[in-house]
């Protein structure tokens, strides 16, 4: 079975900024698509950033163009999000997610019924 587990997340000020790191086991990254999703108390889950461990393509949410950086070391099979220049509205629970490579990675963001892996979440939250 696929194992996620994801660490960095920590409460942080407005304009700061935070990396997570989502470990993979028992799998390798070839063929996935590695996805960091949030959930905020009362909201749908979304899809912020996602990587093709194959082809390196992305995609990022509208919210977080130009503040968060998907990135992979597939040496360490590991995936990671830079989230920089941080507001109150990121404050949520991120997860990461792996799921096989079948769609375009822009397409498979937007749907997280698409991932059937899924690390424990990792609280995230923007506060002075």
């Known amino acids: 079975q696929l194992q996620l587990v994801e660490s960095g997340g920590g409460l942080v000020q407005p304009g700061g900024s935070l990396r997570l790191s989502c470990a993979a086991s028992?799998?390798?990254?070839?063929?996935?698509?590695i996805g960091w999703f949030r959930q905020a108390p009362g909201k749908e889950r979304e899809g912020v950033s996602c990587?093709?461990?194959?082809?390196?393509?992305?995609y990022y949410a509208d919210s977080v163009k130009g503040r968060f950086t998907i990135s992979r070391d597939n040496a360490k099979n590991t995936v990671y999000l830079q989230m920089n220049s941080l507001k109150p509205e990121d404050t949520a629970v991120y997860y990461c997610?792996?799921?096989?490579?079948?769609?375009?990675?822009?397409?498979?963001?937007?749907?997280?019924?698409?991932?059937?892996?899924w690390g424990q979440g990792t609280q995230v939250t923007v506060s002075s």
């Open positions: 990587i093709s461990s194959s082809d390196g393509s992305t």
């Open positions: 997610a792996a799921g096989p490579a079948l769609t375009p990675v822009q397409a498979m963001c937007v749907n997280w019924h698409d991932f059937g892996s």
């Open positions: 028992r799998f390798t990254l070839d063929y996935y698509v």
